[in-house]
């Protein structure tokens, strides 16, 4: 009853998006998914201790994510003279935060077979109603210039959906799409009629990616497209796809309008300069970093972000890289473990195709694929919807 409950919270998080959130103080949100998963994954970390008798989780991943863990807490009390308290209290909440949604890697491979589905479906659909929620938005409500004030970027005729940001969303429809064609590619294999139903959604994902503008989303699409037909042996399926995509992408530009430009510039000197400045904090604080989630901070010590907005806009917590924004705030202590982290998720999920008779592992493997590739132009490792998103299709995948 629990884990339904859960399911239906998880659906809810989704379809509400950025708007399902409550301002705190200091540019903190409590948003329904932080809720939702926080409380879920305590209360069954909780229930296989006491069910474990107190046993350690026998997973490849538990060793690389607390020396993560370690480390990020390490940073913040190297950091400890040069932050407030309520900095240090800040940048906390978001380790917590980030523990929290990696916990499920370790609970969720102890659902039944029963639950497991149910997870899956609720996610697939869940982001399917934030894919048509993003061609009514697209229509009635192309762009953000009234909520400039609240920290979001204006993103002229593009699809952001519930998300509020393309780019994000972009990535996130990427992974849904990725699942559906692998699903599709099942169903066909065997004979199923859902292989047309799922083949028209995927359509309309991929439609959906196109609409953000995103480029950071549509090579996450590319990529994982590709990992996935690589990995299945379909080449000439791959060739084909490929080759819609390039000439869907020549009609729907548009090289006068800033957004719709897949050959923008303006994105990619501010990429460019936000690539310089975590170069610049990390060459300062090369072994702990400036502490975990204290980005922010750092940019306005070092007179990076000096204007009245620096503790409240979004831009100013992270920079364009996930791996970047690890190595400057939790220094090269930090980078190593968080790269074993990902080189144990990778491999074990390599090992598990081997293994298993059935396409999830495929679809697991280039879902990661193509969030990693993501993660170099946007910091979409430690996005709450993409961070559960990939966790829990993992923790499906994985036996007891």
Not at 129 to 151: A, E, K
Not at 341 to 358: D, G, N
Request: charged share 10%.
């Amino acid at each position: 009853m629990v884990s339904y409950l859960f399911f239906a919270l998880i659906f809810l998080s989704f379809v509400f998006g950025q708007f399902a959130r409550l301002p705190l103080s200091n540019g903190v949100y409590l948003t329904l998914i932080d809720v939702t998963v926080v409380t879920f994954s305590l209360f069954f970390t909780v229930s296989y201790l006491i069910q474990k008798k107190g046993k350690f989780v026998k997973s490849p991943l538990f060793v690389p994510w607390l020396l993560f863990c370690v480390a990020a807490v390490i940073s913040l009390l190297a950091n400890s003279l040069v932050l407030r308290t309520s900095e240090i209290a800040v940048a906390s909440l978001y380790l917590l935060r980030f523990c929290a949604y990696t916990l499920p890697l370790f609970f969720l491979p102890f659902f039944s077979k029963n639950q497991k589905l149910w997870l899956v479906r609720v996610l697939i659909v869940s982001v399917l109603v934030t894919v048509g929620v993003g061609f009514v938005q697209f229509v009635y409500y192309p762009n953000l210039r009234n909520l400039f004030y609240l920290g979001w970027d204006d993103h002229l005729y593009r699809l952001f959906s519930v998300f509020l940001d393309p780019n994000f969303a972009s990535v996130l429809f990427s992974c849904l799409f990725i699942v559906l064609v692998g699903l599709t590619v099942e169903f066909i294999r065997i004979g199923r009629m859902k292989a047309v139903g799922l083949a028209g959604l995927s359509v309309l994902t991929a439609l959906a990616v196109f609409l953000t503008y995103s480029r950071t989303g549509m090579i996450a699409l590319v990529i994982g497209t590709i990992v996935l037909f690589f990995l299945k042996g379909y080449k000439r399926l791959l060739l084909v796809c490929l080759g819609v995509f390039v000439l869907f992408l020549a009609f729907t530009a548009d090289l006068k309008v800033e957004g719709l430009n897949p050959f923008r510039t303006a994105s990619s000197v501010a990429r460019i300069e936000s690539i310089k400045i975590a170069f610049g904090i990390f060459e300062k604080n090369p072994i702990f970093g400036v502490g975990f989630n204290a980005y922010r901070y750092a940019q306005h010590r070092y007179g990076f972000r000096l204007d009245g907005v620096w503790e409240t806009s979004h831009a100013d917590a992270g920079t364009d890289n996930s791996f970047l924004f690890v190595l400057a705030t939790t220094g090269i202590v930090g980078f190593s473990a968080y790269l074993y982290f990902w080189y144990v998720l990778l491999s074990r999920t390599y090992a598990t195709i081997k293994q298993e008779k059935s396409g999830l592992p495929v679809i697991v493997f280039a879902t990661l694929i193509a969030v990693l590739v993501s993660s170099l132009f946007l910091n979409t490792l430690f996005y709450p919807f993409i961070l559960i998103w990939i966790v829990s299709l993992f923790g499906v995948m994985e036996r007891k």
